[in-house]
């Protein structure tokens, strides 16, 4: 994913667009998965609208969308997570040879 400007959940925001940012493909509307760290904790949101790059994927969130997740993302602990994943763990030093 990219590096430029980007809001604490790592997705960009626009108010419009219609080209990606990242390689100039076009978007559509679609749904995306976002990976969200609070602290020590990792939240999955499945199937958040947003506009997806047909070329490379990067999907582009809207100031609506984003201000809603905020707002989730303030009580998400009162809410029951429909399930739990589990989610493989490694060093860099795995990951980069040794
Ligand atoms: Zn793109």
Redesign the pocket.
């Known amino acids: 994913m990219g590096e430029r400007l980007q809001d604490p959940k790592g997705e960009k925001m626009k108010e419009t667009i219609d080209r990606?940012d990242?390689?100039g493909?076009e978007l559509r509307p679609g749904k995306t998965t976002l990976e969200i760290w609070r602290g020590e904790e990792l939240l999955v949101i499945r199937d958040v609208p947003a506009d997806v790059?047909q070329?490379?994927n990067?999907a582009y969130i809207s100031v609506d969308v984003s201000e809603r997740l905020d707002h989730f993302l303030e009580e998400y602990h009162r809410h029951r997570p429909e399930r739990y994943l589990a989610v493989p763990q490694y060093s860099a030093a795995q990951a980069m040879g040794g």
Request: charge should be negative; include cysteine.
């Open positions: 990606c990242l390689c493909g790059c070329q490379c990067e």
